[in-house]
């Protein structure tokens, strides 16, 4: 299979979604982020999400969004067209075998957990629902989100189509073959905590030379924001970006030499190669 991706933007006026109920197993960050998309977009009425979740306070936060909150995972499936299984990978097997005899064939599944693959969902549920398998990130939260999805053979366009929306309201999404879905997670899913690193330690290093921690963090953060776009509209790779910022005999070469020396570019691609092991483990 090729490699590809396939960005899609959608707008405001297409939004709009469908009258099908969508249920969340799970009211956690990215539960709670998905929702405040859809009902800040007008997307779809809160009458026709439903949550469940072991929680009750986080039962309540989601009442208060005039959301329909269940009982019980098996009550919320029964009146779910479209049901997110947005909790831990580790409480996947113990959730699917809560539901999997209320679960019927029509029933669309939607799985945001780290190496949770559509076969293994399928494979506990015993039934071949049609299914989307999402990696988004917790930028979703700022409507900021980096999402990546996949869709099972057996799910209709308009499912599909369904789903896509949930994620677009809230950032860019990502249309890859499944075959990528592990290695993904690397590069959107858990990547905010390598760049969250990074800013730490600049703060650091800024905080250690007397700079003011909040007037360095300002900085930093615009300085984030401005390389993301010039990275996104500059038209230049990242590496003709670097030479242009590393003038010969200039701070930043110097700076540049410490990173590649201390071997920080090999450094990030180990990471990234265990977190894409980690998500194969998980999905076992």
Same mark, same amino acid.
Do not use: H, W
């Given at each position: 299979?090729?490699?590809?991706?396939?960005?899609?933007?959608?707008?405001?006026?297409?939004?709009?979604?469908?009258?099908?109920? @969508?249920?969340?197993?799970?009211?956690?960050?990215?539960?709670?982020?998905?929702?405040?998309? &859809? +009902?800040?977009?007008?997307?779809?009425?809160?009458?026709?999400?439903?949550?469940?979740?072991? *929680?009750?306070?986080? +039962?309540?936060?989601?009442?208060?969004?005039?959301?329909?909150?269940?009982?019980?995972?098996?009550?919320?499936?029964?009146?779910? *067209?479209?049901?997110?299984?947005?909790?831990?990978?580790?409480? /996947?097997?113990?959730? +699917?075998?809560?539901?999997?005899?209320?679960?019927?064939?029509?029933?669309?599944?939607?799985?945001?957990?780290?190496?949770?693959?559509?076969? /293994?969902?399928?494979?506990?549920?015993?039934?071949?629902?049609?299914?989307?398998?999402?990696? !988004?990130? @917790? !930028?979703?939260?700022?409507?900021?989100?980096?999402?990546?999805?996949?869709?099972?053979?057996?799910?209709? *366009?308009?499912?599909?189509?369904?789903? /896509?929306?949930?994620?677009?309201?809230?950032?860019?999404?990502?249309?890859?073959?499944?075959?990528?879905?592990?290695?993904?997670?690397?590069?959107?899913?858990?990547?905010?905590?390598?760049?969250? +690193?990074?800013?730490?330690?600049?703060?650091?290093?800024?905080?250690?030379?007397? &700079? *003011?921690?909040? @007037?360095?963090?300002?900085?930093?953060?615009?300085?984030?924001?401005?390389?993301?776009?010039?990275?996104?509209?500059?038209?230049?790779?990242?590496?003709?970006?670097?030479?242009?910022?590393?003038?010969?005999?200039?701070?930043?070469?110097?700076?540049?030499?410490?990173?590649?020396?201390?071997?920080?570019?090999?450094?990030?691609?180990?990471?990234?190669?265990?977190?894409?092991?980690?998500?194969?483990?998980?999905?076992?």
């Amino acid at each position: 299979m090729p490699l590809f991706f396939i960005f899609i933007k959608i707008s405001r006026g297409a939004s709009k979604m469908s009258e099908k109920k @969508t249920g969340f197993i799970g009211a956690g960050n990215m539960a709670t982020a998905i929702i405040n998309g &859809i +009902l800040k977009n007008k997307a779809k009425s809160a009458d026709k999400i439903n949550v469940f979740d072991l *929680d009750s306070e986080k +039962l309540n936060l989601m009442s208060q969004k005039g959301v329909n909150c269940m009982e019980s995972g098996k009550e919320l499936v029964k009146n779910s *067209d479209i049901i997110v299984l947005a909790v831990k990978p580790q409480n /996947y097997d113990s959730v +699917l075998n809560e539901i999997k005899d209320v679960v019927e064939e029509n029933k669309v599944f939607v799985t945001i957990a780290a190496g949770i693959s559509i076969e /293994y969902v399928q494979t506990k549920l015993e039934k071949q629902c049609p299914m989307v398998r999402v990696m !988004p990130n @917790t !930028p979703l939260l700022l409507g900021k989100g980096a999402t990546a999805m996949c869709r099972s053979e057996s799910i209709t *366009d308009e499912d599909f189509d369904e789903v /896509y929306k949930m994620f677009a309201l809230s950032g860019d999404v990502a249309i890859l073959p499944e075959s990528q879905m592990n290695e993904i997670i690397a590069v959107n899913g858990s990547s905010p905590a390598y760049i969250y +690193l990074f800013a730490k330690s600049m703060v650091d290093y800024a905080v250690s030379v007397g &700079i *003011d921690r909040d @007037t360095a963090l300002t900085l930093i953060c615009k300085t984030f924001e401005g390389s993301a776009e010039m990275l996104r509209s500059s038209g230049d790779s990242p590496e003709t970006l670097i030479e242009k910022v590393s003038s010969k005999g200039g701070t930043t070469i110097e700076a540049m030499k410490i990173l590649n020396e201390r071997e920080v570019p090999k450094a990030i691609f180990d990471a990234m190669a265990a977190c894409t092991k980690r998500a194969e483990e998980l999905g076992k």
